[in-house]
């Protein structure tokens, strides 16, 4: 008789890599999006990687082993212990017509945090406990021009800040048909500052900054369903619907209207505060959406599916006021296939993945700023399961996307490379004797 006691190589990759996701948290990315300005920010893609590999498909999408917290119904299918993290990489090249300037980025942030739990697998019953980014602000532009009668200015617009979640889901399920839901803290700080400055060669005028910090939080709800149809022995389609009402959160906002300098050695230094208004009280209305799909999914080797999303931000709101935010949808289309995972030959056990989402933005200056995305990934297994009963995958997905057109005054052109490790390994299963 000999103990077989789980292995610690995984414990120490999971303490690896939450030490990089957490450094990545905390770290300031080169992001420059000026469309980060409005509402919240700019999202960060709300999928698991392995769903971005298919262009975002996740309102039907369930697995036994893959954590998909856009439709938490999907949680009552999870059959293992499941830890989840990813990290994305993004490069942006950001075009502007008038007058015609170029500015390039690259960034590394964190993605997500999750563990899914199987709390009974007979029953269809799971749970999931995440932390996730939401929308990111990060931005410093500056912009050149003639005041009438008064000389040349240059105004600088700074911003920084985004919102989290973290939040713990549930979902129960009978055979055919599962509900769940996520409910936690979403919470976050926006950071916005305006600074005007005069040029002139004789007279040495002062810069003036108009600055709004705002922290603010509140509790979120969103639920989901999903419904199996078995259309023969090898064949399923799953349905899937996910939404949430509008959030009222709480927020504190400190407003200065001041005079400064800058010293080479103190930095910006406050010459004369203007005005002053410190912890004014508000909300900040974070809108309803949701999402509907279908998957048509063949016996562990292929999958394919469309689903809409539809979000309300005309009905966002800070302390009270609008922003030029308007209502929008967004299409996707993809799926995945596996080509032989019995087979000896590795690649023939690698899923791929293909898709694309497109849609209008929910920043509308002037006009409206279409989108699109294509996007190509792989679930790369490190041990087969057959052997070890180890489901550990490593998931990849390379996005490329559009973010405005010829019509629009600023293009932006994203490249997206994002890395995720779906671990259940067997330091998660209780000892046996043999």
Do not use: C
């Not at 407003?255 to 203007?274: F, K, L, M, W």
């Not at 995972?341 to 989402?357: D, L, P």
Request: net charge positive; charged share 15%.
């Amino acid at each position: 008789m000999r103990l077989v006691r789980p292995i610690t190589n995984s414990f120490s990759a999971i303490l690896l890599l939450l030490m990089m996701f957490l450094l990545a948290l905390q770290g300031k990315a080169q992001e420059n999006s000026p469309y980060s300005r409005y509402g919240l920010g700019d999202f960060v893609p709300g999928q698991n990687i392995l769903n971005r590999g298919m262009g975002g498909l996740s309102s039907a999408f369930a697995d036994y082993s893959s954590v998909n917290f856009t439709n938490p119904a999907s949680y009552a299918s999870l059959k293992i212990t499941t830890f989840d993290i990813g990290l994305d990489y993004n490069s942006r090249s950001l075009r502007a017509l008038n007058p015609p300037r170029k500015f390039n980025s690259a960034y590394l942030i964190p993605s997500y945090m999750q563990i899914g739990l199987p709390l009974s697998k007979k029953k269809n019953w799971g749970m999931n406990i995440g932390l996730r980014p939401i929308t990111r602000i990060n931005y410093d532009i500056l912009l050149n021009t003639r005041i009438s009668g008064i000389d040349s200015a240059q105004y600088s617009y700074l911003g920084n800040g985004g919102t989290y979640q973290a939040f713990t889901g549930m979902a129960y399920g009978t055979k055919n048909l599962s509900i769940g839901f996520n409910a936690g803290y979403m919470f976050g700080n926006k950071e916005y500052s305006t600074r005007l400055s005069f040029v002139n060669d004789t007279i040495n005028y002062k810069t003036t900054n108009s600055a709004d910090t705002t922290r603010f939080g509140g509790l979120f709800f969103n639920a989901g369903i999903q419904y199996k149809i078995k259309l023969n022995e090898k064949t399923i389609l799953r349905l899937g619907f996910h939404g949430n009402l509008s959030t009222s959160m709480k927020a504190t906002r400190n407003i200065s209207r001041e005079t400064i300098a800058y010293n080479p050695n103190a930095g910006v230094v406050v010459i004369d505060s203007i005005y002053s208004s410190q912890d004014q009280t508000g909300t900040i209305v974070h809108p309803s959406s949701w999402g509907a799909g279908f998957m048509f999914e063949g016996e562990n080797m292929w999958m394919f599916g469309g689903e809409i999303g539809v979000a309300n931000w005309a009905d966002y709101r800070y302390f009270g006021t609008a922003d030029k935010m308007v209502n929008n949808w967004t299409g996707r289309i993809g799926g995945q296939f596996v080509p032989d995972f019995k087979s000896s030959n590795y690649w023939q056990r690698v899923t791929y993945r293909i898709g694309a989402s497109f849609g209008p933005d929910n920043v509308q200056l002037n006009k409206a700023i279409p989108q699109y995305m294509f996007s190509f990934g792989t679930g790369l297994p490190v041990r087969r399961n057959v052997y070890t009963n180890q489901y550990t995958t490593i998931n990849t997905a390379f996005e490329l996307g559009f973010r405005g057109n010829k019509s629009n005054d600023i293009r932006e052109n994203i490249f997206r490379f994002s890395l995720g490790l779906s671990l259940s390994d067997i330091w998660f299963n209780k000892p046996k004797y043999q």
